[in-house]
T-cell receptor, first 111, second 114 residues
Framework: QQPVQSPQAVILREGEDAVINCSSSKALYSVHWYRQKHGEAPVFLMILLKGGEQKGHEKISASFNEKKQQSSLYLTASQLSYSGTYFC????????????FGGGTRLMVKP | DVKVTQSSRYLVKRTGEKVFLECVQDMDHENMFWYRQDPGLGLRLIYFSYDVKMKEKGDIPEGYSVSREKKERFSLILESASTNQTSMYLCASHPDGAGANVLTFGAGSRLTVL
């Protein structure tokens, strides 16, 4: 079953912050985050493992709450380059490395 | 850098035609995947392959087949294209190894079936 991402879309001004959430109905081993810019391939941002620490990538960080089977992606002081669609991919505790992706969150950063 | 190349960025086909989507990766990855991307539905797995000549169904395999004759090449086949197969198709790969399932994607093939 696909994880649920929220919000589906968000519009920001440069410098504003945003949070994207990813929620699963099953126990998770890991959560991946990818960003896809318009017309380009999705690109890996970070992976959060069960029992692992919060991760960061530039001014983008993420957390993973194993008990709630949720992950959140935090975009701080957003830049124009952050625009794109963000996908979470979840790996179940018994999934054997297969990822299931959420529906995506479309982020637009305006000047 | 790992590179995943999808040979056709845009295709327009007629209903009933046989369609081949080709994907090549250059980093000797064992595992290759085909996803379908639709607005609001995210990426849905069609088929994957963990070795040459091996294939496994994903979540939405109906109407599709795949071929992997060489390690670097993974083809998606639509035996008889239908309009509901109009979509963006993404190929991806990753190597074997614990914790190594970070996917590298191709840029996608946008298929329109008329």
């Amino acid at each position: 079953q696909q994880p649920v991402q929220s919000p589906q879309a968000v519009i920001l001004r440069e410098g504003e912050d945003a949070v994207i959430n990813c929620s699963s109905s099953k126990a998770l081993y890991s959560v991946h985050w990818y960003r896809q810019k318009h017309g380009e391939a999705p690109v890996f941002l970070m992976i959060l493992l069960k029992g692992g620490e919060q991760k960061g990538h530039e001014k983008i960080s993420a957390s993973f709450n194993e008990k709630k089977q949720q992950s959140s992606l935090y975009l701080t002081a957003s830049q124009l380059s952050y625009s794109g669609t963000y996908f979470c991919g979840t790996e179940g505790s018994d999934a054997g490395n297969m990822l299931t992706f959420g529906g995506g969150t479309r982020l637009m950063v305006k000047p | 850098d790992v590179k995943v190349t999808q040979s056709s960025r845009y295709l327009v086909k007629r209903t009933g035609e046989k369609v081949f989507l080709e994907c090549v990766q250059d980093m000797d990855h064992e595992n290759m995947f085909w996803y379908r991307q639709d607005p609001g539905l995210g990426l849905r797995l069609i088929y994957f392959s963990y070795d040459v000549k091996m294939k496994e169904k994903g979540d939405i395999p109906e109407g599709y087949s795949v071929s992997r004759e060489k390690k670097e090449r993974f083809s998606l086949i639509l035996e008889s294209a239908s309009t509901n197969q109009t979509s963006m198709y993404l190929c991806a790969s990753h190597p074997d190894g614990a914790g190594a399932n970070v996917l590298t994607f191709g840029a996608g093939s946008r298929l329109t079936v008329l």
